[in-house]
């Protein structure tokens, strides 16, 4: 049933990502309503498929590889609808969901495999820890998904050479505040994540696993996204150079969620 | 049982609607011949009113631009054509001989009149293809007209589809989206930029026609703020005066440089006025925030090399000549799209004119009252057990006859009301009353 839900949700996004290129080429608003409302559709069917993994291992569908890509995909479609809904802005979603397809794709690439009861992990503070640090990463993603936007649309207004969708896209002011936005969140969220893990580990085991790799990754991605926010106010760094900087970040990101997860971290596993 | 239903189609009144148009646009006539047949406010309520006491119209709507004048109209019972005598009073309106007009005026009746409007109400008939003013100006002569009661069914509904019309093609479509002055697309690409310019600030140096369409255009988008600096600081008193910004000395240049976000300038020089130590220094006066600069003087204002700066947006003349034209192919390339929305409203306003000319409005309500009686007798003779068919024929009979002497005014009224505007609006309101479009959906 799991599977079944998360085909569904594939084909939504799939349909909501036509929608939204067909958007962007020729503007029409109900082309673009439909869009949104195809994604809001995926991302409801994703839930019930996350829901059906998780009322197996009665916490958030962490364990393994595919839960965690999964809730990740689920919880970045859900930022950047926020998102689209605050700005008011649609031009961007061809490549947001063109991520999620391509994510919620690489799934079928992974054996979705039994949800294994653990039973230290469950309760609501390691549910929120997961989830919050789960959602900190999909908000990185999209301020990635920003900043390469920014980047692009900044080139092609120096190069003087516009194509046909340069009058559709959002400016670059726009673009700023919203990766900005979206750092802000992914932070807060971190924040709070790292947070009620420690909370939650020191409840368990009373004690804190400030050396784990994990842990210092974490770390220095709030470093680096803190920098960001503060030079991106600066004089010297504002504009294409912090949107550089923005999108190099994420590959910090890419590996704490990869090489961190499956060959540093002792007892983190994909989150 | 006998069907209780029953229809007598075709004894309402039928009515005949017709709109017809005549005008002059930049197709047509030169800017010596508009300009004498223009019409202000007043005259254009005036012709209106005149057209109607004369008898040639029932409705009419005068459309006056600097493009364009057109009179639009319903023809009354006794004039069907009416073009002629339109065309009659346009010319002697304006003191023209009719020499003077041949071959200026086109004229157009029915769907094709209707068909006019919505092309001018989306902007594929204007002189810069899609632009937004005409939807505007559309919107005034029409409500100008419609609060002095020289509108009636017909031209509403064709005006109301024509705003429409306008909406639509300008949402859905690109026809009316890409700039096609340089000024404007100037000021476009500032908003690529910035998004709203309504908390930013521009700086103009000088003072001539260029700089005012960009200030005008600046104005259209919401700009915060205007400096204007110019070699005569009278000059840009006085523009700044009327465009309500505020005049910079040219010997103030340097210390103002960095405020702006939008730099434009049209200066006439000999070499760079704007070096690019200048606008480095301006740009780090403003802590690194970008600058949009817009070089529309030839010779250039603008080093060329300040074009590398760290922030700074540079678009000189050419660039912006070339945007336009592609654009202006871009907006070419949309036209079949906007005609496709104007056939489908043109089809709408037809359907319609078709149901008010067979008069089938009437026979409709009549339809929708012997529905409701037939249901009504259904329901309450299933509740009594002991009614004879005889009893049955003749409560048939006398609900049918209760519905034809109700009907009976009504349809009168609208069969032999005096003037037709008179009987269109008693079909409308028919119409609108008892829901009969909601029924055939």
């Not at chain 1, 958030?60 to 595919?66: E, I, S």
């Not at chain 2, 989206?177 to 700086?203: I, Q």
């Amino acid at each position: 049933m799991a599977q079944q839900l998360g085909y569904l949700s594939l084909a939504l996004y799939v349909a909501s990502f036509l929608c939204y290129v067909g958007n962007l080429y020729l503007p029409n608003l109900w082309v673009g309503r439909l869009a949104t409302l195809l994604l809001a559709s995926g991302i409801l069917a994703q839930y019930f498929s996350l829901y059906q993994r998780s009322i197996v291992i009665h916490s958030v569908p962490y364990d393994d590889l595919y839960g965690s890509m999964s809730l990740f995909a689920w919880l970045l479609g859900i930022t950047y609808l926020g998102l689209e809904l605050f700005h008011g802005q649609r031009s961007v979603g061809p490549f947001v969901t063109l991520l999620l397809v391509a994510w919620v794709a690489s799934l079928g690439f992974i054996s979705a495999g039994a949800p294994t009861v653990r039973p230290p992990a469950r309760g609501a503070l390691f549910a929120f820890h997961v989830t919050l640090n789960t959602w900190a990463y999909a908000a990185f993603a999209l301020s990635f998904v920003l900043s390469l936007v920014y980047l692009v649309q900044d080139q092609v207004l120096r190069s003087r050479r516009l194509g046909a969708a340069f009058w559709r896209f959002p400016a670059l002011d726009v673009l700023d505040r919203m990766a900005r936005s979206s750092v802000y969140v992914g932070l807060v969220a971190l924040a709070f994540g790292a947070s009620m893990g420690f909370v939650w580990e020191h409840r368990l085991r009373g004690t804190y696993s400030f050396g784990d790799p994990k842990v210092i990754v974490t770390f220095a991605i709030v470093v680096v996204y803190a920098a960001y926010l503060l030079l991106s106010r600066n004089a010297t760094w504002r504009g294409a150079r912090a949107a550089m900087l923005c999108a190099m970040n994420f590959v910090i990101v890419m590996f704490s969620y990869t090489f961190v997860n499956l060959y540093l971290t002792k007892f983190h596993r994909f989150f | 049982m006998a069907s209780l239903t029953k229809t007598n189609a075709g004894q309402s009144g039928a009515i005949r609607i017709q709109v017809a148009l005549i005008g002059c646009n930049h197709r047509t006539a030169p800017v010596e011949l508009r300009e004498r047949i223009t019409f202000t406010p007043q005259q254009a309520l005036q012709a209106a009113d005149e057209l109607r006491d004369r008898g040639i119209l029932e409705e009419a709507v005068v459309l006056s631009t600097c493009n364009r004048s057109e009179l639009y109209g319903v023809p009354g019972d006794a004039n069907p054509t009416p073009a002629e005598a339109m065309e009659d009073y346009f010319r002697s309106f304006h003191r023209i001989g009719r020499a003077d007009l041949a071959g200026r005026v086109y004229r157009w009746t029915g769907p094709d009149a209707v068909r006019h409007l919505f092309r001018v109400a989306a902007g594929v008939d204007s002189m810069m293809l899609g632009e937004a003013e005409i939807l505007g100006q559309l919107r005034t002569a029409y409500s100008q007209a419609l609060d002095h009661g020289a509108t009636g069914p017909v031209l509403n509904r064709v005006f109301q589809g024509a705003l429409e019309v306008g909406k639509r093609v300008r949402s859905e479509t690109e026809v009316g989206t890409r700039p096609m002055s340089v000024a404007l697309a100037g000021v476009k690409l500032a908003e690529r930029v910035f998004g709203n310019l309504k908390g930013h600030s521009a700086l103009i140096l000088g003072a001539g026609s260029v700089a005012e369409q960009v200030i005008e255009c600046l104005r259209n988008r919401g700009i915060g703020s205007l400096r204007i600096v110019n070699r005569s600081l009278d000059r840009a008193a006085e523009l700044a005066k009327r465009v309500g910004g505020e005049a910079i000395a040219w010997e103030s240049l340097e210390t103002v440089l960095g405020l702006p976000d939008i730099l434009v300038t049209s200066v006439g020089s000999t070499g760079p006025v704007l070096t690019r130590e200048l606008l480095e220094r301006a740009i780090a006066a403003r802590s690194g925030r970008p600058v949009f600069v817009v070089d529309l003087a030839v010779p250039r204002n603008v080093a060329p090399e300040a074009a590398g700066l760290y922030n700074l947006y540079l678009y000189n003349i050419d660039d912006l000549g070339e945007i336009v034209e592609q654009n202006k192919k871009a907006r070419e390339a949309e036209i079949p799209r906007a005609e496709a929305i104007i056939s489908e409203h043109i089809a709408k306003f037809e359907a319609w004119r078709a149901a008010l000319e067979a008069g089938s409005i009437v026979d409709d309500l009549r339809g929708k009252f012997h529905k409701q009686r037939e249901l009504l007798i259904r329901e309450k003779l299933a509740e009594m057990d002991n009614v004879l068919p005889d009893e049955r024929a003749r409560i048939a009979h006398i609900t049918e006859e209760l519905i034809e002497r109700v009907l009976k005014q009504p349809s009168d009224k609208v069969r032999h009301g005096r003037g037709m505007r008179g009987r269109l609006a008693g079909l409308e309101a028919l119409r609108h009353l008892f829901g009969l479009d909601e029924d055939k959906e």
